[in-house]
């Protein structure tokens, strides 16, 4: 009997080949979008980490001496003291822009971007002059003649070369050494560092860059984006796998009948289900690869643009993406399976003969979704209100958007419903009645196509107010043209010495390591200038806010430090006992997780002396020239001089790129949304004979009857996307206003874009359209005949 | 003689797993412009005690078999190895090793330097070998140099400090200092002091312990090591209860044939080379994924010599760049002493 069944049900595919692959193909979309974000997701952070670990400059602290530039005797004086230490030289290669990293293979701690040195010779080649250079295919073209043979190798990030500590050094024309890192793990007896050499001292692990921080807010941008493709995909694969059931009842029915027992039943369906799912699924991965394959470029180009062209753009097929895409699939099936199942245990034997009844029981359902959907509501504010972690942040995410998907039958019948009592005549009545009927049976469908239409809006709000913060915040941040970083107190003096003609302005910067209100922070000293006034981006002040902090009695903190500690515009910061200011303004600082604060530049130096400055912010009127003079006069690595137009430029490049990858993401999603809409339609135009014959029995043209289902879908899309924008909104705001906070300690002020809303309400229109007519265009060729066999048997 | 060395250094110049798959074929040919140990070297005194970068390869080799007040055995090592990368010495490597052994722990220490910038070296007057702030160093008077030396190591989780004095000669292996290695003809110039007390302590993690014993130091240089189908070698030195010390080994080539070379040092520094040393396996274990043979025979019959070696740590495993088993034994049989292992090429 059991493979008399299954014979059965595969015969109903073999007749029904469209609605097969209707059913893979939706499984297959749905675990494509999944896989494919993940895929860019994972390929992006592993792109990320391989750029930060570059030699490990990130990872270690090092030591520099207050007295004068660091030298190889230096490093040989620490390593005999007992320090595992390894030299580093850093700097731009003249005339080309290239970075020159040089280091000591003996002691450089092992990553990624290690060259491999066990070739016959290679390391006699590599140490000895010309020495060897290794390059990453990209780089190695532009390189110019004169350096020495080049290596591939892929790893080392674009736009740099690896070479000997002492190769460089040639390479830079200089005898110093950047810096000396300290690797992790030391020797428990060592000389202590001040017995070594008062004059050396160790920095901590560099703080990542703003830039950098940013770039968090980017991978998080995606881990969203692919959570919500997450709930689309499971809605899609749900009512793939539902539709499946919904239109075999009769057939159950009759297997049933004829004595397949409901254990038995059941275990074909499950078995069926786990089939489908293996090879939608299977499809699906593939076609997420495809799908990150082609958008990953987008994504390396806007890392690059932020890490300075570190991202590889190929993909490497990972076996953690099939097996998540496999998962997906898997999970999705067995909700599917299992609800229907459920409801297949419960129905009698001839219960499936009466689809009215199904439907009524629909309407039931309906408001049990809508309650567990209202909780669903609550939850995620109480998440939203009393949460405190990044996690919560997440699942209050997660809440607002099931339950707002669960809500929407309910709310589109009660919008259906309040409309219809305007209607006067029996026609308009029956139109009503009949759109509220066939919400149910659609409601997953529309649920996926209101999924997609919120994430749209959400991610395009969220994006869109992330670009224009970001870029007016750069604007007022770096308002001076260049920032320069020098490597000594010597190198300094005569650096400020060097540019003193060519520059309009020259605004030191310099800061302490404190503690502020207990954790780990940072206080900088600034000189009272016009710049600074114009500029400085002031969440909240005081009115005479820069002349208190030119009194010097008064502090500006950040945003992150305010927020966390709950001290803002009025309150004491006290940094020590009798070193204690009162808060005259907090400004946003987007990027940085520590605490920060400004003070007067005298107060500063009379209380850290020790501390001299060697960052400069320089107004010039050509900021490149004077880039470049400095660079061919003092030899300073890329990362120590900033052209605050580059940076600017840089940025603008990073988010229209951002924008490419959302916009087609979206795009995509509401193609998934779209095509589950049409598998929808489709089933329920055949279940709806019932309904529609008896009106063309009473006169109505097939024609008119198919005019009035086009408008139904239309108006069943509209509002459908009415109430997404809403909760688009709600995602986005959650996003920046929650999730940010919670991942980074600054908000990002929300901004609204009508104009995306309308674009994607038109969209959701010519989706639903394009969904309707291939069901509808069948209803018009419906034979007569047809129509005429629902009177004439009882199905 | 420590032949490890010779392969581990030249491990360094070639690709490790090539090598051993070709049999270390190629290094037979591989010498062009370095210079070769001649059999009429006449040694001349500080100044072979210090390096020869016209050689491929050269160490500074010191075993320390020691004890503390309550009986408890450990073990020391202490080697800085020389390679130069090319044959005019311009370009210099240096790698350091060094080893703690008790019954129950290995503790292993490796480091790494170029040449040339006082990272690593060895200087004659005063003597003085180092790499980062391991050091041998000299703190003779009068006398040899070695005589009287300073040996520090810091490895990560424990260091040691040790004074050594010599009351024995400086001895020659095999033709005056001309030490054939293969019944091809490979050599390297070898000469040892076997003759260390030693005292100093050791800093374990369990705490410092003052320990005192025997040391031996082996130096030895070369360009043109081994024959091509040798694959590894087992080398002892060792401390008899009567005075009398035996330095043995024993290289294996691919055909289970071994080549092997002793030589009987009396008390009183009186050497016999012989090359009728027989080393036989006893018992294998596994170490690190690998079967190891930790207990050995050896019979010496020129010397009457039979006896069987065990370890003080079958797990006496230096897990540095280039591997190998390098810890203490002690000697039962027709003699009774204590001393060193070293096995490579498993």
Same mark, same amino acid.
């Given at each position: ?272 289900? =786990?089939?489908?799912?293996? !090879? /939608?699924?299977? *499809?699906? @991965?593939? %076609? ?6 082609? &958008? $990953? ?99 209050? =995410?997660?809440?607002?958007? !099931? /339950?707002?998907? *669960?809500? @929407?039958? %309910? ?6 419903? &309040? $409309? ?376 | ?346």
């Amino acid at each position: 009997m059991i493979s008399a069944g299954a014979h059965a049900l595969w015969s109903y595919w073999a007749r029904h080949r469209l609605q097969l692959v209707v059913v893979i193909i939706g499984l297959a979309l749905a675990t494509g979008l999944w896989t494919g974000v993940q895929a860019i997701n994972a390929e992006a952070r592993a792109s990320y980490d391989r750029a930060a670990t570059t030699l490990g400059q990130t990872q270690f602290s090092h030591i520099t001496r207050n007295d004068a530039p660091l030298r190889i005797k230096d490093f040989v004086v620490l390593r005999r003291a007992g320090w595992l230490v390894s030299p580093l030289v850093q700097g731009t290669l003249r005339g080309t822009g290239i970075e020159v990293v040089g280091f000591d293979p003996f002691t450089a701690p092992i990553n990624t971007t290690f060259p491999d040195l066990s070739g016959d010779g290679d390391l006699s080649k590599f140490l000895s002059s010309p020495g060897m250079i290794f390059a990453h295919p990209d780089t190695a073209d532009l390189l110019p003649e004169n350096v020495p043979p080049v290596r591939i190798l892929e790893t080392v990030p674009p736009d740099q070369i690896l070479t000997d500590v002492t190769i460089a050094m040639s390479l830079l024309k200089r005898d110093t050494l950047s810096s000396i890192l300290v690797l992790g793990v030391q020797p428990e007896r060592r000389l202590p560092l001040v017995d070594v050499n008062a004059e050396y001292i160790i920095t901590e692990p560099a703080q990542r860059s703003d830039m950098a921080r940013l770039t968090d807010s980017f991978h998080l941008n995606l881990t969203a984006f692919g959570l919500l493709s997450f709930a689309v995909g499971l809605f899609i694969v749900y009512s793939a796998i539902g539709l499946a059931f919904e239109q075999r009842r009769v057939l159950f029915r009759t297997l049933r009948a004829l004595g397949l027992s409901r254990c038995s039943l059941m275990y074909l369906l499950a078995s069926e289900a =786990l089939v489908l799912a293996t !090879l /939608g699924g299977g *499809l699906g @991965v593939v %076609l997420g690869y495809i799908m990150a394959a082609a &958008l $990953l470029p987008g994504v390396a180009a806007t890392l690059s643009g932020l890490y300075g062209a570190s991202v590889s753009g190929s993909l490497s097929l990972n076996p953690f993406w099939w097996l998540i895409g496999f998962g997906m699939a898997y999970f999705g099936a067995a909700v599917a399976v299992s609800g229907n199942l459920w409801q297949m245990s419960r129905l009698s034997i001839l219960a499936p003969a009466m689809p009215r009844a199904w439907l009524v029981a629909g309407a039931i359902t309906a408001r049990l979704q809508a309650i567990v959907g209202s909780f669903l509501i609550l939850l995620s504010l109480l998440l939203g209100i009393f949460g405190e972690s990044l996690i919560a942040g997440f699942a209050c =995410l997660a809440a607002m958007l !099931l /339950g707002a998907a *669960l809500l @929407v039958p %309910l709310a589109l019948m009660s919008i259906v419903s &309040l $409309l219809s009592r305007s209607s006067r005549g029996v026609i308009s009545q029956w139109i009503w009645a009949d759109t509220r009927q066939q919400i149910q049976p659609m409601s997953l469908a529309l649920m996926a196509l209101m999924l997609a239409l919120a994430a749209n809006v959400g991610v395009s709000t969220m994006v869109g107010s992330f670009r224009s913060t970001f870029t007016g915040w750069l604007d007022q941040r770096l308002a001076s043209d260049l920032y320069i970083t020098t490597r000594t107190s010597a190198e300094a003096v005569a650096f400020q010495e060097f540019v003193s003609a060519d520059v309009e302005s020259i605004l030191p910067i310099v800061s302490a390591d404190v503690r502020l209100a207990g954790s780990p922070g940072q206080v900088f000293g600034i000189k009272d200038h016009e710049i600074y006034r114009a500029h400085w981006p002031l969440l909240e002040s005081v009115p005479d806010v820069w002349d208190r902090v030119a009194q010097g009695d008064g502090i500006l903190v950040n945003e992150q430090f305010a927020r966390r500690e709950q001290l803002w515009t009025g309150n004491t910061l006290k940094l020590a006992a009798d070193f204690q200011f009162e808060i005259v303004g907090v400004y946003s600082d987007y990027g940085n997780p520590a605490g920060q604060a400004f003070i007067n530049y005298e107060i500063f130096e009379k209380r850290y002396p020790d501390i001299t400055p060697l960052r400069f912010a320089l107004n010039a009127d050509n900021p490149s020239y004077l880039r470049d003079k400095i660079v061919a006069e003092f030899g300073l690595p890329r990362d120590n001089t900033i052209n605050q137009q580059e940076v600017k430029a840089f940025s603008m490049q990073v988010f229209e790129q951002t924008f490419l990858i959302t916009n087609a993401l979206n795009v995509l999603t509401l193609g998934v949304a779209g095509f589950a809409l049409w598998a929808s339609l489709t089933t329920v135009v055949g279940m709806r004979l019932p309904q529609v014959a008896p009106v063309w029995a009473l006169g109505f043209t097939r024609k008119s009857i198919s005019v009035i289902e086009m408008s139904r879908s239309l108006l069943l899309a509209a509002l459908t996307a009415v109430l997404a924008i809403p909760i688009g909104l709600g995602l986005a705001w959650i996003l920046l206003a929650i999730v940010n906070v919670r991942a980074f300690g600054w908000r990002l002020p929300m901004e609204l874009f009508p104009w995306d809303w309308a674009q994607l309400f038109i969209w959701a229109l010519v989706g639903a359209t394009l969904a309707a007519a291939m069901p509808i265009r069948k209803l018009i060729k419906l034979p007569p005949s047809e129509l005429l066999k629902v009177f004439a048997n009882e199905r | 003689m420590n032949v490890k060395a010779f392969f581990l250094t030249l491990w360094f110049v070639i690709c490790t797993s090539s090598v051993v798959a070709q049999g270390f074929a190629g290094l037979g040919q591989s010498v062009d412009g370095y210079a070769l140990p001649k059999p009429d070297k006449v040694f001349t005194f500080p100044d072979d005690h210090g390096a020869h970068p016209d050689y491929r390869i050269e160490w500074w080799y010191l075993t320390a078999i020691l004890n503390d007040d309550d009986g408890q055995n450990y073990g020391v090592q202490w080697t800085l190895f020389r390679t130069s990368l090319d044959p005019d010495g311009t370009s210099q490597v240096w790698m350091g090793n060094a080893g703690i052994t008790t019954p129950a722990e290995h503790f292993t220490g490796e480091r790494l330097a170029r040449g040339g910038i006082g990272q690593a070296g060895v200087t004659t007057e005063p003597f003085a070998a180092w790499i980062d702030d391991w050091g041998m160093v000299s703190k003779a008077g009068v006398g040899d140099p070695l005589d009287t030396l300073e040996l520090t190591a810091t490895l990560p989780n424990a260091s040691y400090t040790l004074d050594l004095n010599a009351n024995g000669p400086m001895i020659f292996h095999g033709d005056n200092g001309y030490s054939v290695k293969s019944n091809s003809g490979q050599a390297s110039h070898y000469y040892s002091q076997p003759f260390y007390q030693v005292r100093g302590t050791l800093n374990l993690p369990s705490g410092d312990v003052e320990v005192s014993g025997l040391g031996w130091l082996d130096r030895e240089w070369s360009s043109q090591p081994l024959d091509a189908d040798q694959l590894g070698w087992d080398w002892f030195s060792l401390h008899f209860d009567s005075g009398d010390r035996l330095m043995g080994f024993g290289l294996r080539d691919a055909n289970g044939q071994s080549f092997s070379y002793a030589s009987w040092i009396t008390a009183d520094g009186n050497v016999s080379p012989s090359n009728d040393l027989r080393i036989t396996p006893l018992r294998w274990t596994n170490v690190v994924d690998r079967m190891v043979p930790v207990d050995w025979r050896l019979e010496l019959p020129s010397q009457s010599l039979d006896i069987t070696t065990k370890a003080l740590n079958d797990d006496s495993w230096q897990s540095t760049l280039f591997p190998y088993w390098e810890g203490p034994v002690f000697a039962t049989g027709s003699h009774q002493g204590r001393g060193y292992l070293e096995m490579t090429g498993y």
